[in-house]
């Protein structure tokens, strides 16, 4: 039945990537208005649908929160597109006269979707592919799978009465690692958003697609000896306990400067958070990670008070999260893993230098990349933590969940948060519409190339500044001049020599010829200098044409040529290019 299963789920993943790819050769057609539009609807009915669609997340998976679902609907539904409706994702998106940038989709995106965030990232991901002219299949998780399709559903429905074509946005309904494997690695897939295991994110960049993988977080925050404490504490319980900590930004661990330790304690007593000795510590510490030293996924997203009574403690009614104190960084201490629930390990360290070793170790032990946070008074001390940091955020005097998303700071609104190459990530980017979009680059020449063979120069392209379209100057090319200085050269030589010599030396070097004095080869003629004999030399000639070079290649001769020597272009390049010509 398993294998029946795998089968099913592949089928359905190459289905729904052709037909997305079918779609979305009409999508990338699309202007910007009706992109436009199609989002914005999209976007008002996830919002409408925020609440539901949370209930429906937190019954499903029994992660987190709710109450805390809905907001994270809402702050992908409308946080994000408000910051990105304006941008402009069709035909010339940037020009500043010498460049112009234009915009083009990618295609069909793989969109791969977690259980610990499963509707708001869905809303999220499609937002971002349909803005950007590309189709999108979701491949759900399996513990998630309704919530996921009933999110891609409404959206759907309202972008097709829209406009948008019923196979641009698709769920898979059988969830296997087969077919998401297929769906990854299929040859119209175009681009991969994988949120997911670490092992999910490793097997989306193995597939040969270009992948915006997330990795690990295991935030560390520093709370300075200059920190407002009632605030900093106030912050990281907002942060580790939003959505029972299923986003990977929260945080996981609290550094507190010597001077203020005690005070820091206190604030977390008082706020809500519960230190344990000793002996329940180390009970929570066996529940929190299994035999094989990893995340136990039975208190993802789980409250304190379920953790501590699933490791057979009893803790404070009210009680928002569990603190212990940490001895070390490493496979021995469960209590520096990442957590993903209201759970935080506790150092105490004395100045920032110690402060940033102990985050940085944590971080190097499971989070490269990610994301780190620090409460402080002074800004030379975060800018001089944030250089020290191996993490592509970190997020000063604020949650770090939040902080981290672009909900409390000025960091682009993202569900997918990337780690750069401390975490094996392409980007340390938040990720956006701007990285489902490839950009073509339009560039004019302004810097002249100056060739010592020809005094021509290529044509110049200016732009006006009321819509910046290129006009050319009608400069002659290269080819015509070339043409005219041989026919010209060519009809002087075959007439009836002169008796006085120097006479027709002298026409030709002042231009008297046929040729109109407004021609374009006037400057060229002008340049030409009558040629004389050498004595005690080799004949050298008078003249070489294009034909002449030819003619001595073939015989394997050279053309002795001197200073005074009447050379057409296209001869003077071929017979350089071949070595011919022997200067004397």
């Known amino acids: 039945m398993s294998q029946d299963k795998d089968l099913i789920s592949q089928q359905e993943a190459r289905d729904a990537v052709e037909a997305a790819h079918l779609a979305w050769t009409m999508v990338a057609k699309f202007d910007q208005a009706k992109i436009d539009r199609i989002c914005e609807a999209m976007a008002n009915a996830a919002l409408a649908e925020s609440a539901r669609l949370g209930v429906m997340a937190n019954e499903e998976t029994g992660f987190g929160k709710a109450e805390d679902k809905r907001e994270k609907n809402r702050f992908a539904a409308e946080d994000v597109w408000n910051h990105f409706k304006n941008l402009k994702t069709v035909g010339v998106v940037r020009d500043n006269g010498n460049v112009v940038e234009i915009a083009s989709p990618r295609g069909v995106v793989a969109a791969i979707i977690p259980s610990t965030n499963p509707t708001s990232t869905a809303i999220f991901k499609i937002i971002i592919a349909i803005k950007s002219r590309n189709t999108i299949v979701l491949s759900p998780h399996p513990s998630a799978a309704r919530s996921i399709a009933e999110t891609a ?9 829209e406009g948008l074509p019923p196979d641009a946005i698709q769920c898979l309904t059988t969830s296997a690692l087969e077919g998401t494997e297929t769906l990854m690695k299929h040859k119209k897939t175009a681009v991969i958003l994988a949120t997911g295991g670490t092992g999910l994110v490793r097997a989306a960049y193995s597939s040969g697609k270009p992948a915006f993988g997330v990795g690990p977080g295991n935030v560390p925050v520093f709370v300075e000896r200059t920190a407002n404490v009632e605030k900093a504490v106030a912050d990281i319980l907002t942060g580790t306990c939003f959505d029972n900590g299923t986003i990977c930004a929260s945080e996981q661990a609290v550094i507190a400067d010597a001077p203020i330790a005690n005070q820091v304690r206190e604030e977390f007593t008082k706020q809500g958070g519960h230190f344990l000795n000793k002996e329940e510590a180390e009970k929570v510490g066996a529940v929190l990670i299994t035999p094989q030293r990893t995340l136990n996924a039975k208190i993802v997203g789980k409250s304190a008070e379920y953790i501590a009574n699933l490791a057979g403690i009893s803790v404070p009614s009210g009680t928002r999260c569990l603190i212990a104190d940490c001895g070390g960084v490493g496979r021995d201490y469960p209590w520096s893993f990442e957590k993903l629930s209201p759970t935080l390990a506790f150092f105490v360290v004395d100045g920032i230098e110690q402060g940033a070793q102990k985050c940085l170790e944590i971080l190097q032990f499971g989070g490269m990349g990610h994301t780190a946070g620090m409460h402080t008074q002074s800004r030379e001390a975060a800018i001089k933590y944030g250089e020290q940091m191996p993490a592509s955020r970190v997020i000063i005097n604020s949650p770090t969940t939040h902080g981290a998303i672009g909900f409390s700071t000025d960091l682009s609104p993202s569900m997918t948060l990337g780690c750069g190459s401390w975490g094996g ?33 290529s044509p110049a392209i200016s732009a006006t500044n009321s819509d910046r379209r290129p006009t050319t100057r009608q400069n002659p090319k290269r080819a015509e001049i070339a043409a005219i200085v041989d026919k010209f050269l060519s009809q002087k030589l075959t007439e009836k020599p002169k008796e006085n010599k120097s006479e027709t030396s002298n026409e030709i070097a002042n231009g008297k010829s046929q040729i109109a004095n407004d021609s374009p080869v006037k400057t060229i003629i002008h340049e030409i200098k009558p040629p004389v004999s050498a004595n005690n030399k080799p004949k050298t000639v008078d003249f070489v044409s294009e034909t002449d070079v030819r003619s001595a290649i073939e015989k394997g001769e050279k053309i002795f040529i001197s200073a005074k020597t009447i050379i057409t272009p296209s001869a003077r390049d071929l017979g350089e290019e071949r070595e011919v010509f022997a200067k004397v």
């Open 153 to 161: 559903r409404i959206m759907k429905e309202v972008g097709v009465r």
């Open 425 to 457: 990530n392409v980007t340390s980017d938040n990720v956006s519409p701007i990285h489902l979009m490839d950009i073509k680059r339009v560039a004019f020449e302004t810097k002249s190339v100056r060739s010592p063979k020809s005094k021509v120069q």
